[in-house]
């Protein structure tokens, strides 16, 4: 998903500069909603994140690399629960990406 990974990408960016206070380096993922769709698809599916990864790794090596290297906080995160508005907008969000890629009805 390119806008994930562009998103990943500006996030981390800015990111850097605001490290200081608050949560770990990877915090402010639980308030993007693009991230809250992959980890939503990613607790559905687990089988999923290792494409997923491989993917943000081609097309953006330096959001793979700051995961890798954040893994125990990017884990903790992806395996939080997810809020139930965000989860019905992520489930019709994956309804719409499933058709795209022809997976389902």
Same mark, same amino acid.
């Given at each position: 998903?390119?806008?994930?990974?562009?998103?990943?990408?500006?996030?981390?960016?800015g990111q850097q500069a605001t490290q200081?206070?608050?949560?770990?380096?990877?915090?402010?993922?639980?308030? *993007? #909603? !693009?991230?809250? +769709?992959?980890? $939503?698809?990613?607790?559905?599916?687990?089988d999923l994140l290792a494409p997923l990864?491989?993917?943000?790794?081609?097309?953006?090596?330096?959001?793979?690399?700051?995961?890798?290297?954040?893994?125990?906080?990017?884990?903790?995160?992806?395996?939080?629960?997810? *809020? #139930? !508005?965000?989860? +019905?907008?992520? $489930?019709?969000?994956?309804?719409?990406?499933?058709?795209?890629?022809?997976?389902?009805?």
């Amino acid at each position: 998903n390119p806008a994930l990974m562009q998103a990943l990408q500006q996030q981390m960016g800015g990111q850097q500069a605001t490290q200081e206070g608050g949560g770990g380096p990877m915090d402010f993922l639980r308030n *993007d #909603p !693009q991230f809250n +769709m992959l980890r $939503q698809l990613v607790q559905a599916r687990p089988d999923l994140l290792a494409p997923l990864l491989e993917q943000i790794g081609q097309a953006h090596p330096e959001v793979l690399q700051a995961i890798q290297e954040n893994q125990e906080e990017f884990v903790r995160i992806l395996n939080e629960p997810v *809020d #139930p !508005q965000q989860q +019905m907008q992520t $489930q019709m969000a994956m309804q719409a990406i499933a058709q795209q890629m022809g997976m389902g009805g």
